[in-house]
């Protein structure tokens, strides 16, 4: 079984491959409560087209590299669709110190034409604990995570808001928590309460607008706006003095 964990001081994170795709086992602190009691599959892109075809892709995991980038550690996930050729690196990183671990996701048009891909995700995940859970938003009350529960939070400076980066948080008893944001103030993050049958967890969408897609040509790449995701104990404004100058940087 092919295994990845990456760490820094206060989050430690484990990915697995399931069904073809990446697959967190393990978010929370080190040694401490994991909040994906199932394993949380990021979900990589659902459709697009290219030479006007529509394709449903059938994602295959194809090879994985791993090591040391300047004072970065990383590991890169790599897959490939089995029906169009469109090609997704998974690339996750960590720094030494307290902090997140970042996710980028890079497309690469490999099917020979011009293709137009479909709401690519930053990250695209379903977490739940072992207990019940609250949702909070930075300088915003926690409400409780119910089956039916929505959320959505939005950034956008063209619009006239303040450009904060979107973050959420998702709390369970003992004050442990996971949060989840964009390194970027363009975007949205939703949640959604499901029932699992064993507890409820929150369906996650971190990234561009719903009916974002783009055009990419033959040989080139698309960059999906990097999240991340961390673990915490205490209070989520307490979160933001604990990200790292990678995500500092686009505060």
């Not at 964990?5 to 399931?18: G, P, Y």
């Not at 990021?42 to 529509?54: C, E, G, S, T």
Request: a negative charge.
């Amino acid at each position: 079984m092919y295994a990845w964990n990456l760490s820094t001081q206060d989050t430690a994170v484990a990915l697995e491959i399931k069904n073809g795709q990446p697959c967190i086992v393990f978010l929370g602190q080190p040694g401490k409560k994991n909040f994906a009691r199932r394993p949380a599959c990021v979900r990589l892109p659902r459709r697009y087209i290219a030479d006007q075809n529509k394709i449903i892709p059938k994602w295959e995991f194809i090879c994985a590299n791993e090591g040391e980038s300047g004072e970065a550690k990383y590991a890169e996930l790599c897959f490939r669709d089995a029906v169009g050729g469109l090609e997704a690196r998974s690339r996750w990183e960590t720094y030494d110190g307290p902090g997140a671990v970042t996710h980028q996701l890079r497309l690469d048009n490999k099917t020979g034409y011009s293709a137009i891909i479909y709401q690519p995700e930053s990250l695209d995940i379903t977490l739940g604990a072992d207990e019940p859970m609250e949702v909070t938003f930075v300088r915003a009350c926690p409400e409780p995570l119910c089956d039916r529960y929505t959320a959505d939070l939005w950034a956008n400076p063209d619009g006239g808001d303040t450009g904060f980066i979107p973050l959420a948080a998702l709390r369970a008893a003992g004050m442990y928590g996971v949060y989840i944001g964009l390194a970027r103030n363009h975007g949205r993050i939703a949640i959604r309460g499901v029932e699992q049958g064993d507890g409820i967890a929150a369906k996650i969408k971190a990234g561009l607008y719903d009916d974002f897609c783009t055009a990419v040509n033959p040989g080139e790449s698309f960059e999906v706006p990097m999240a991340f995701i961390g673990a915490y104990t205490g209070d989520i404004d307490g979160v933001l003095s604990r990200l790292d100058n990678r995500i500092q940087y686009n505060l």
